[in-house]
């Protein structure tokens, strides 16, 4: 059964960094993908960034790029996403996800796993 869990989210201010971690088990995921999306109040959960477990190639949504980073350990099976001149704009629960395959990682639906989410809110 496979399990992804989120941790380090919190309340930040404006500017500040912070680094999110996705622990996954259950089976092998050099054949996945894994995506963060956030969902903010009122709003649909939106793509984030995403990578190829295998190759470690990464994608970003726009208003994150050169903001965001996202990575992956092989050794320990996790994710992170750094977070860095954090904005309000980005106060959301932070998901992590996992889709089989290689392309289409910034469609939500492509996702077969879903963590249980870590808020994280930035105040101005």
């Known amino acids: 059964q496979v399990q992804l869990v989120e941790s380090g989210g919190g309340l930040v201010q404006a500017g500040d960094s912070l680094r999110l971690s996705c622990a996954a088990s259950?089976?092998?995921?050099?054949?996945?993908?894994m995506g963060w999306f956030r969902q903010a109040p009122g709003k649909e959960r939106e793509f984030v960034a995403a990578i190829r477990w295998s190759n470690a190639v990464t994608y970003y949504e726009d208003s994150v790029k050169g903001r965001f980073t996202i990575s992956r350990d092989n050794a320990k099976n996790t994710v992170y996403l750094q977070m860095n001149t954090l904005k309000p704009e980005d106060t959301a629960v932070y998901y992590c996800?996992?889709?089989?395959?290689?392309?289409?990682?910034?469609?939500?639906?492509?996702?077969?796993?879903w963590g249980q989410g870590t808020q994280v809110t930035v105040s101005s």
């Open positions: 259950g089976r092998t995921f050099s054949n996945y993908a």
């Open positions: 996800a996992a889709m089989r395959g290689r392309y289409g990682l910034q469609y939500r639906d492509n996702y077969e796993y």
